[in-house]
């Protein structure tokens, strides 16, 4: 998923239960969110937090920010980019929630309990509507998670629900060599362990302990979904949208102009303070830039060619907002499994036509890359190298773990032995590798510096193919790519989320990865409630990706933003998706200027 997104958290209320008794809270994060104000670098505690009066207010409550693209998808259950979700956190808002400090709270449910054995979670709903006025209901929770589980919708997330009663069976099917039936799927669907007993209760039922489940809980895919609704013609265009959360969709002008305005139905006890938020697409980030300098945005993700001149700027620095995150900047090998099948990809029979499933060719791409001059290159020197997955911060971070770093002569080393396994004389032999990214959002140079690193390397001759993000996305996924370019923001602070992506035909393993000893050890992990063994389990899983050369880590992020100093109200985290405060947008306020 192409995202920004944050935090520290330790372990959730799943284990305190699982330690004795029930439980209606979660643990606390281990280290509070880093907030940040405009002009200066992280501080200890800067959001907003009190009210504002209404003498601070502007008379015109509008926000004008802007989301860069289209959004490929408004629907919750099939939505896996930063985009999208930029869009749906304001929109939908699920059982539970993150904090400011990005701790597990209550939301649409108003309490919750965590059986003993920590496989069952009872959630008992608040009093709320749809932005339509129809009453939300257990039976619309049931309904959504059946639908995301369901492979007729081939949600990309549907994966993160493996724990729960019966929803092996039907992720399974996505590989299944014979198309199921509608009535085999019901069958299955049936048996999901999701019930509603009444109106204001909603039981999910899990096959074992698994300690990170509340966060999924917290995700926008598990959001209640009225089915006449999102089964009536064109449901998720703006005169049809039904909203769960703080603020309603308006307007929809494709690839041009979102605008939200407030639920008149939103139950929470902060009623959004904006009366409208004005979300553009500019698709280049030149673009997005040029219209916050003429005054058309209200804050804007500062483009890595201009981040040292609007620092230095006497106008524009004060207004710089660096917000460090947990997400990584990486980029996809081909290792040849079709997702589907779990067998060989059939465009990679003959090794020559997908050299990156060789392991040396993989390591050799890995130690052919300086990050730190990538980074300064292409990032404005901003972020930190990444040589493994886990973010700092998470638990299972390793410092340490960095198998094949930037070594010229080991990567010639490695891709001679490639190359001879492969029966080819030089890395040009095997013609141009099909290197993906999506056009028009700055990725044009970094591709361009690891192409062109490889060809100074090894000869290796690439082309470079841009595409519509929605189309690129579809490609990546289907594996039509030698190389791919790839980001992950973490849905929740956990291991499981950031790993979980490399599992054996896992909806987001852009990567065609697949190995047996990896996926046994996460599916251990998951499953473990100490949290010291959990993370010695989780680091023997990370090292066997990182072994295997499985992608190339580059850069675990931090993101430059401009901000005016009439935004109030920003709590900032780094769970934000597209701009700062992005996940309260209820909170948010322009001042008086």
């Known amino acids: 998923m192409q995202k920004r997104l944050t935090g520290i958290l330790a372990t959730f209320a799943i284990i305190l239960a699982a330690c004795g008794g ?39 409550q509008v926000l004008k920010i802007d989301l860069a693209n289209e959004p490929p998808t408004l629907d ?88 729960v009663v019966g929803a092996n069976d039907l992720l399974a099917l996505a590989g299944a060599k014979t198309p199921p039936t509608d009535a085999a799927i019901q069958a299955l669907l049936d048996k999901v362990g999701v019930s509603a007993p009444d109106d204001k209760t909603f039981i999910v039922q899990l096959t074992k302990p698994a300690t990170y489940f509340l966060s999924v809980c917290a995700l926008w895919i598990t959001v209640p979904v009225e089915k006449k609704w999102i089964e009536s013609p064109n449901a998720t265009e703006a005169a049809n949208y039904v909203s769960s959360g703080p603020f309603k969709l308006d307007t929809w002008n494709h690839n041009s102009q979102i605008i939200l305005k407030p639920n008149p139905n939103w139950y929470g006890a902060q009623k959004p303070l904006l009366t409208e938020i004005d979300m553009s697409m500019t698709t280049e980030p030149a673009q997005g830039q040029a219209a916050y300098e003429a005054g058309q945005l209200d804050m804007v993700l500062t483009p890595s060619p201009d981040a040292k001149r609007v620092k230095d700027d006497p106008t524009l620095g004060p207004q710089v907002v ?11 090998f081909n290792n040849g499994v079709d997702p589907k099948t779990l067998t060989t990809l059939k465009r990679c029979a003959d090794p020559k036509a997908c050299p990156t499933m060789n392991k040396d060719f993989r390591i050799a791409l890995t130690q052919a890359i300086d990050k730190k001059a990538f980074i300064d290159a292409t990032f404005a020197g901003l972020g930190q190298q990444a040589n493994s997955f886990v973010m700092p911060g998470i638990p299972g971070y390793q410092a340490d773990l960095n198998p094949y770093p930037f070594d010229l002569a080991s990567a010639k080393t490695h891709m001679n032995t490639a190359l001879a396994a492969l029966g080819v004389k030089d890395a ?97 992990a998951a499953g473990e409630s100490d949290q010291d063994k959990q993370v010695a389990l989780y680091n023997q899983a990370q090292t066997i990706l990182m072994n295997d050369a499985a992608m190339l880590p580059l850069r675990f992020g931090t993101a430059r933003y401009e901000v005016e100093p009439y935004v109030g109200g920003l709590s900032i985290t780094p769970a934000d998706s597209q701009l700062p405060g992005d996940k309260f947008y209820e909170t948010i306020y322009i001042k008086q200027h």
């Open 322 to 332: 660096d917000v460090p995150q947990l997400a990584i900047t990486y980029y996809d």
């Open 428 to 524: 040009a032999s095997l013609g141009k590798l099909k290197f993906g990214f999506n056009s028009g959002a700055g990725h044009e140079p970094r591709v361009a510096f690891l192409a062109e690193a490889w060809r100074q390397a090894f000869g290796l001759q690439t082309e470079q193919i841009g595409s519509d993000f929605s189309v690129f996305l579809q490609q990546r996924t289907a594996g039509l790519y030698d190389i791919a370019r790839d980001g992950w923001g973490a849905d929740y602070p956990h291991a499981n989320n950031q790993l979980g992506l490399f599992t054996c035909g896992g909806g987001n393993n852009d990567n065609q990865y697949c190995n047996k000893d990896y996926d046994a050890l996460m599916a251990q």
């Open 76 to 163: 919750p259950n099939k939505a896996q980019d930063s985009t999208s979700i930029a869009v749906l956190q304001g929109i939908s808002r699920p059982l539970v929630y993150f904090d400011k400090d990005l701790k597990i709270v209550d939301e649409l449910a108003a309490s919750h309990e965590v059986s003993a054995d920590a496989k069952t979670i009872t959630f008992h709903l608040r009093d709320a509507k749809y932005s339509n006025g129809d009453p939300i209901v257990a039976g619309d929770l049931v309904y959504g998670w059946k639908r995301l589980l369901d492979p007729r919708t081939a949600a990309p997330y549907s994966y993160v629900m493996a724990e």
């Open 22 to 60: 029930a439980t209606t809270s979660s643990a606390p994060s281990t280290a509070p969110v880093t907030s940040v104000a405009p002009g200066g670098s992280p501080a200890a505690s800067t959001t907003e937090s009190a009210a504002p009066s209404i003498a601070d207010m502007a008379a015109t």
